[in-house]
Nanobody, 121 residues
């Protein structure tokens, strides 16, 4: 079991797009998620996807971001469209063994190192 490894972050102008990836070693997990943390702010949950493919999104990103996995569930993705300056943050992927995606961040058992997303106006 390798650690989660994010990639795909970068700097874009407002309205642009990025696709983040999180590589894993075929975790037998029920839920995977993306979190983000901006400087001086609390870490917040952005999106989740459970074993059955059900997704959920934070109100601030719903309709703009899309979470998905490959068929083998070895890679987690986050498509970020229509980016806004307030989306600027360090983005982390995480995984939980709970059968339903947990609310508490403490119930996510695996975390990546993060990838930076910066959006300029």
């Amino acid at each position: 079991q390798a650690p989660l490894v994010e990639s795909g972050g970068g700097s874009v102008q407002a309205g642009g797009s990025l696709r983040l990836s999180c590589a894993a070693s075929a975790f037998e997990t029920y839920c995977m998620a993306w979190f983000r943390q901006a400087p001086g702010k609390e870490r917040e949950k952005v999106a989740t996807i459970n074993l059955g493919g059900m997704t959920a999104y934070a109100d601030s990103v719903r309709g703009r971001f899309t979470i998905s996995q490959d068929n083998a569930k070895t890679t987690l993705y986050l498509q970020l469209n229509a980016l806004k300056p307030e989306d600027t943050a360090m983005y982390y992927c995480a995984a939980s063994a709970w059968p339903q995606c947990p609310i508490s961040q403490g119930d996510y058992h695996y975390w990546g190192q993060g990838t930076q997303v910066t959006v300029s106006s």
